[in-house]
């Protein structure tokens, strides 16, 4: 096949060669072409002596630039027009929807909830209220409590007698929120009853003859009126004076008829700047009692200003705590300092304050504290001259948080309540007076995971020192407390409270001490709520569970092992 396309190629070139007028040669390839057909085939075989290289010739730029010999040069010319019509656009303008935080949802509220029980020592429980649904620009409710037991102890002597006593409180309450303020009012009614039935077992030992039965036994009760409003600004910014100011009516009537008016206006006044704030705390009261031991008409004027500054990491308030006490036409001046520095954001604040004021004491305030006062008490106001605190607070984690201080005070007037000789059975109590200096160390450690379980850890301990008395009566050493709260699968809800309250003593003249030593104690409580439906639900209380019949007061035991049961409901 090889050969065939040779004799065709060779017989092309003949062609050529003879318009070229090459004769000669002609005539020497036809002789030997006979030959040429029979040569021998080529060879197939390829023998590489080396690697094939690639090369590229250099390539030369031509630089010469053309050039124009014409000696007549035209320029055409261009003559245009461009009409110009506007073309109609529209462009709509859509708003876009700014991102929103989703929340979790709200929960439903209920306007009205009935919590009822029943417990031993025939303690029957009530707490009901009445509430608005939840709205931007009030709120409003009523709300009443009741609680009460009738039952007897024994006490030192052996001898059975009615502990009983009797607590209602009723409270309408309400809130407008405007723009840039809210008002606040509510209106209290307290009426409580007591019984005397704390009499020297010493002086009347087992058999005497002393009222142990409920309609023997002296009572006090005693009618509590209240009225509160407060109006205060929201402002944010610095360019507003923000305020707070509230006016105060409290009546307040015995069984005895010892009656007590207070009435009070407040107004608490700040303006912040860029990184400073200044303000004024102001406060007027007037009380005037009637039927009482000291019959007491008095009014007392505070007037607090100060000044403020702060930084990124740390806030220090400067200022004065000025008092005039009408009725003995008394000024009492403190300083106000205090410093909180921020040394790891929030995780450790040290604070330092040093104060002093002049601390009101009214005859409805100290039967509210020891309702087996005499009738007619009038305690004057503490003056605590030296306020001292120093610590530290802050968050171990995001779940513990703590605080921890010492705090020194230097106190003048505090009283001390002790059993009344001059009474019959030494069942009431009156005040001794004594200036002291307390020392008192203070500690405190929360954990919260969300919301199903809550820890709180408490303790604080007191060294006092008096110039008169010999203890500081009935004050405790140290008093240590611990709360937890549970929630499970959101069906049971499981509190305890723990307390332990060191020992105290108590003024006597009955016997060659002067005073008798009331039993530190530690009590238990337990409770559990099951919730049967949002609305519905059950509960149990266990109070006092090692049923220790410790003394608040001398000669006053309190009631040993406790239980309340009831049921909640909501409407």
């Not at 000291?294 to 400067?318: E, S």
Request: charged share 20%.
């Amino acid at each position: 096949m090889k050969t065939n396309k040779m004799l065709v190629h060779i017989f092309l070139v003949l062609l050529k060669l003879l318009k070229m007028k090459y004769k000669g040669c002609i005539i020497f390839l036809f002789i030997w072409m006979p030959f040429l057909g029979f040569a021998q085939e080529v060879r197939k075989e390829v023998k590489v002596i080396k690697p094939y290289e690639p090369a590229v010739s250099d390539a030369f730029k031509i630089n010469e630039l053309p050039q124009i010999t014409d000696t007549i040069k035209f320029i055409p010319e261009f003559n245009y027009k461009i009409k110009q019509i506007p073309v109609a656009t529209s462009f709509d303008i859509q708003p876009i929807k700014p991102a929103k935080m989703v929340g979790e949802p709200l929960k439903k509220l209920y306007r009205s909830h009935i919590k009822a029980g029943f417990g031993t020592y025939a303690t029957p429980y009530l707490d009901a209220s009445v509430t608005s649904l939840r709205s931007k620009n009030y709120v409003y409710g009523l709300k009443f409590n009741h609680f009460s037991a009738n039952n007897k102890l024994k006490n030192k002597a052996n001898e059975k007698v009615y502990t009983g006593f009797n607590e209602n409180n009723l409270n309408l309450f309400g809130k407008v929120i405007f723009k840039d303020k809210v008002l606040n009012s509510d209106i209290n009614y307290d009426l409580n009853k007591y019984y005397y039935y704390g009499y020297n077992t010493t002086k009347f030992p087992s058999d005497s003859i002393v009222p142990l039965k409920k309609d023997d036994l002296e009572m006090q009760k005693w009618n509590n009126l209240s009225f509160n409003a407060h109006l205060k600004s929201t402002h944010i910014d610095s360019l507003h004076v923000n305020y707070d100011i509230g006016i105060n009516y409290n009546y307040f009537k015995d069984e005895f008829d010892a009656k007590e008016n207070m009435f009070a206006v407040s107004a608490n006044i700040d303006y912040f700047f860029e990184k400073e704030f200044i303000g004024i705390d102001s406060r007027i009261s007037y009380y005037k009692t009637d039927q009482t031991i000291d019959t007491v008409n008095y009014a007392l004027v505070q007037f607090n200003p100060w000044v403020g500054a702060f930084g990124n990491k740390w806030q220090i308030i400067a200022g004065i705590n000025t008092y005039f006490e009408q009725e003995e036409a008394k000024y009492n001046v403190y300083p106000r300092i205090s410093l909180h520095y921020n040394i790891i954001d929030y995780f450790l604040v040290p604070y330092i304050e040093f104060s002093g004021k002049l601390q009101e004491v009214s005859y409805k305030s100290s039967l509210y504290e020891n309702p087996f006062l005499k009738s007619g008490t009038n305690i004057k106001p503490l003056e605590i001259n030296k306020n001292i605190v120093a610590g530290f607070r802050g968050n171990i984690s995001s779940k513990i948080g703590f605080n921890l201080a010492v705090n020194f005070q230097e106190i003048n007037n505090q009283y001390f309540y002790v059993n009344d000789t001059s009474e019959y059975l030494e069942n009431k109590f009156t005040v001794l007076y004594d200036d002291i200096s307390v020392l008192s160390f203070k500690g405190e450690i929360s954990y919260k995971r969300t919301e199903k379980l809550n820890l709180l850890l408490k303790g604080e301990f007191f060294k006092y020192t008096l110039e008169k008395e010999k203890y500081a009566w009935h004050k405790p050493d140290y008093i240590v407390s611990l709360s937890a709260h549970y929630l499970i699968s959101n069906k049971f809800i499981i509190t305890s409270d723990i307390f332990a309250l060191s020992k105290r003593y108590a003024k006597v003249y009955n016997n060659t001490n002067g005073f008798v030593e009331l039993e530190g104690t530690i009590d238990i409580n337990f409770g559990v709520e099951y919730r049967y439906t949002k609305r519905l639900s059950a509960f149990v209380k266990l109070n006092n569970l090692t049923a220790t019949k410790y003394y608040n007061w001398n000669q006053y035991p309190t009631q040993g092992f406790h239980i309340l049961f009831g049921l909640a409901y909501s409407l």
